[in-house]
């Protein structure tokens, strides 16, 4: 089964943000009206076996202060991410599917979806799987509530005047966007996202 955390669009992110509205947005999932109470979950391990002990690449290796590091680069490498500020644009498969999810929904709900929705989109999800990373993979709520409270992205699409339950009304739709793009740029720390958001969020 490959339900997800259900994708939204940022253009409807920004108007929760501002203040328009505090309730609760439903987030369309992408199996469809019938999976809409269906519990989340990652989409399944991929089949790539896992590194052996003695890789020098597997985490735990080597010197332990450096290969979350090296780790890291690796993966914005991989995902061909530039680093200088310049907009982010889908270029590996899996940021591609992310995106056209994103897309198609926005265009469904007459939204008009623009350069800057996908580079804010694709970078709220870097740094998920990036604080993953230099956390050595350790996600819980903890991780999730220090993640979003120190995020540069969160701080400017969240107004700080919001507190409480507003707040966390604006957090969530965004955070499950985030949270839901993990499963596609960092898989493997997928689950562990999902499980800190619901804790964090609610279902």
């Known amino acids: 089964m490959k339900a997800r955390l259900r994708p939204l669009a940022l253009s409807l992110v920004l108007v929760a943000a501002l203040g328009t509205t505090t309730g609760c947005i439903r987030l369309p999932s992408p199996l469809g009206p019938d999976a809409a109470g269906a519990p989340l979950t990652a989409p399944a391990e991929p089949s790539d076996p896992a590194p052996l002990p003695d890789d020098p690449t597997s985490p735990g290796t080597g010197d332990d202060l450096d290969n979350p590091f ?5 993966f914005f ?10 907009p982010l644009v889908a270029v590996t498969p899996a940021q591609k599917q992310f995106i056209d999810e994103q897309k198609a929904y926005a265009q469904e709900q007459g939204a008009e979806w623009t350069a800057q929705d996908e580079s804010l989109s694709l970078a709220l999800v870097a740094d998920a799987c990036e604080t ?3 956390s050595s993979h350790v996600v819980d709520a903890t991780t999730l509530q220090a993640h979003v409270a120190t995020s540069p992205i969160f701080a400017q ?14 957090e969530a739709p965004i ?3 985030m949270v839901y793009g993990t ?8 689950d562990a996202w999902i499980d800190a958001y619901t804790e964090v969020y609610g279902g």
């Open 70 to 74: 090296a780790e890291r680069e690796r």
């Open 77 to 86: 490498e991989e995902q061909q991410l530039p680093l200088d500020g310049t």
């Open 132 to 134: 993953a990373i230099l």
């Open 157 to 170: 699409l969240v107004p700080a005047e919001l507190q409480g339950s507003e707040r966390t009304a604006a």
């Open 175 to 177: 955070a499950s966007l």
């Open 183 to 190: 499963t596609f740029l960092c898989p493997d720390d997928g």
